[in-house]
């Protein structure tokens, strides 16, 4: 693993652990389904509400599905409050397996410029 990506991973757990820090006062109501037994389910209320994730729709998170490159790139730029890229400027794309209509391309386009 290169060092860059192990300080990725650093940098994450650290938001990780200060997020969890104010669990207790957010409000623990959401609409998702299939967290309502899950051992995670006040860090993801607490995540939901403070808009740094979301579902796949009104009632599911999937909470026990891998999190993909381009969903923890965002959920660290959104924790750490990193101002997005516009995505306008990009002459040439930062990555041969993205594309200028997928949904991630401001995450990783801002991400690659920080």
Request: cysteine-free.
């Amino acid at each position: 693993m290169s060092k860059k990506i192990t300080h990725f991973f650093i940098i994450i757990s650290i938001a990780i652990i200060f997020l969890n820090l104010s669990v207790a006062q957010s409000n623990n109501t959401s609409s998702f389904l299939d967290i309502e037994n899950h051992w995670a389910k006040n860090y993801i209320i607490n995540l939901y509400n403070l808009e740094i994730i979301s579902g796949y729709n009104q009632t599911q998170y999937r909470p026990d599905n891998f999190v993909s490159r381009a969903e923890i790139t965002k959920i660290a730029l959104l924790a750490f409050n990193f101002p997005l890229k516009n995505t306008n400027t990009i002459t040439t794309m930062p990555f041969k397996d993205i594309n200028t209509s997928d949904w991630y391309l401001p995450y990783i386009f801002s991400a690659k410029l920080a």
